[in-house]
């Protein structure tokens, strides 16, 4: 994390008091929340090796291309299965790309949807040119004014920790978003998309 | 189809959707679908709303799908012209059943030029992703032409897109 970067996010909102963690770990928190088979999306890239790495979960699904549509089909199967929580694990970078879909979160307003957005402030897989969120657009304060009241920056792991309990049973929609090295993922994914679709539904159960 | 008054297009294609339980409908909007758009929302059986971009649609038809729902994207032929990347990575390698209704601009009549321009890229993309696609002229064809189409999407976990051609909605006019 360079000097300039912490420098121009003290306007955020809770940013600027955000501690930097690790995606792999927090990752690891928050699977370890997960007791009732809630879906997990992971957004290409690394939210979604460093998921991978995490345990390969039958409720998961490893989006391989259509950058920025993981929120979108978390979305998807939260409309489809409303007793199912449903989480999205997307990047700073694939966030700023489909930005609308927030709005249209907010408009369904889904009591079983959680966001997690991991904000590097960088497009780390390309070689680490800097998003906008690394300077001047603040992820939560966008989410806040597309209508997602429940909205934070996870100030440390423990705050990480109760932003997740809190999501998963007081329900949503919920936007947790945390600030992350640049630590590159631990493992990759599989590379078979009919496989990792064909497992997730008989993860949800609409497959046998 | 046993109400004996002749239907017309748009009812022709709710009819089809709630006979094959496609009940998400996602949609961007287009003044030629407005009836079929106002019909679907006034229609409980249906869960109908509005996406900013075509390729979010692409996302949440293709989680429900996966979750157990089917469902259906409304668009025109400038919105089809986003959605490729989505289509080429996410829904033909995953093999989801995504239905595509697409009012189709930039023909018999079109008065902007981009439309036009932009209409000529739709056959050759669905061609060059092998996607099945039936542009559709004739409304006695209609029912069938979806009805059929819909029963193969699900049996081959295949995409498919609809092409309404203006010969079947009338189109949009220029402006006089």
């Known amino acids: ?208 | 189809m046993s109400d004996s008054k002749p239907q017309v297009w748009h009812e022709i294609v709710l009819a089809s959707l709630k006979a094959n339980n496609v009940k998400l409908i996602t949609y961007v909007p287009d003044r030629v679908l407005r009836p079929l758009i106002k019909a679907l929302h006034a229609d409980p059986f249906f869960l109908t709303f509005a996406t900013t971009r075509e390729e979010e649609a692409i996302g949440i038809v293709t989680g429900a799908w996966m979750g157990g729902m089917r469902g259906a994207l409304l668009m025109q032929t400038s919105g089809f012209a986003t959605i490729p990347n989505a289509l080429a990575s996410l829904v033909c390698p995953c093999q989801i059943p995504a239905l595509l209704f697409v009012s189709e601009r930039g023909t018999l009549g079109e008065f902007n030029l981009g439309q036009a321009m932009v209409c000529k890229t739709m056959r050759p993309v669905l061609d060059a992703l092998g996607m099945e696609n039936h542009t559709i002229t004739r409304q006695d064809e209609l029912a069938f032409i979806l009805d059929r189409s819909i029963k193969q999407a699900v049996a081959t976990q295949a995409p498919v897109a609809f092409i309404l051609s203006p010969l079947l909605t009338g189109g949009k006019v220029f402006a006089q």
Not at chain 1, 15 to 26: C, D, G, P, Q, V
Not at chain 1, 180 to 208: H, S
Request: glycine share 10%.
């Open chain 1, 1 to 208: 994390m360079s000097q300039s970067m912490s420098q121009t996010q003290t306007g955020a909102i809770g940013a600027h008091n955000a501690k930097i963690m690790n995606r792999f770990t927090l990752t690891q928190r928050l699977v370890d929340k997960l007791k009732h088979d809630e879906a997990v999306i992971g957004g290409i890239g690394n939210a979604n090796f460093d998921l991978w790495a995490a345990g390969q979960r039958p409720q998961n699904f490893y989006m391989l291309g259509s950058m920025g549509l993981a929120i979108p089909i978390a979305l998807g199967v939260a409309i489809a299965q409303p007793k199912r929580h449903v989480l999205a694990l997307e990047g700073d970078g694939s966030l700023l790309m489909q930005l609308g879909c927030l709005t249209t979160v907010a408009t369904l307003a889904p009591k079983n949807l959680t966001m997690i957005v991991w904000d590097n402030g960088i497009y780390q897989i390309t070689g680490g040119q800097p998003t906008a969120s690394a300077s001047t657009a603040d992820l939560v304060t966008i989410a806040r004014g597309c209508g997602i009241a429940n909205a934070a920056w996870a100030a440390d792991e423990d705050d990480f920790d109760r932003l997740v309990t809190a999501a998963l049973s007081q329900g949503g929609p919920t936007l947790i978003a945390a600030r992350v090295d640049e630590k590159p993922a631990v493992a990759t994914t599989d590379r078979d998309p009919v496989r990792i679709r064909a497992n997730f539904m008989v993860g949800l159960g609409v497959r046998t």
